[in-house]
């Protein structure tokens, strides 16, 4: 028996064909019921995945959308909190200046006053020693006109012409 591919026997391709048949059946039966089982059960899982992927996709845009919102909330109570701190640095410089001022315009006038005070008596002072050289000058010119007695009788009678009786 020779086989002549362009020419098969017809036996050969009855029982090829009942082989192929029965191949068919069995792997129906084995292999192609577990494989289409298992296809179905990854295309379920992958469905189930890109589900999930879809969930978290939308979990992780509602988060982002919360962090930003937390994140201008926060800005927002920084930038009032800054602009407190500052108004508040403002108002104690403000307060300390006019504090400064007041505290300085006093000190001043306490100035002023104690110089005042030492003129008055500088210039008490200063009376008192011309009043004293004065009163000594006088006396030695006077000691000094007396000494002689002549000299004060013509004194004498030089002040009683200038006196007059009424």
Known sequence: MSFDIGNPSYG?????????????LLLRKFAWKPIMEAIGEREQSIEGALAS??????EMARLTN???QLLKAARAERDVILKEAKELKDQLVADAKVLAQ???AKLIEQARKEIDDQKKQALA?????VSSLSLDIARKVLQKEF???QRQEALVADLLKDVKLN
């Open 125 to 129: 002072e200063v009376k008192n020693q």
């Open 147 to 149: 000494e002689n007695e």
């Open 53 to 58: 992927a879809e969930k978290a996709k939308e």
């Open 102 to 104: 007041a505290e300085g």
């Open 66 to 68: 919360e962090n930003e």
């Open 12 to 24: 050969l391709v009855f029982w090829t064909l009942i082989a192929f048949v029965l191949l068919l």
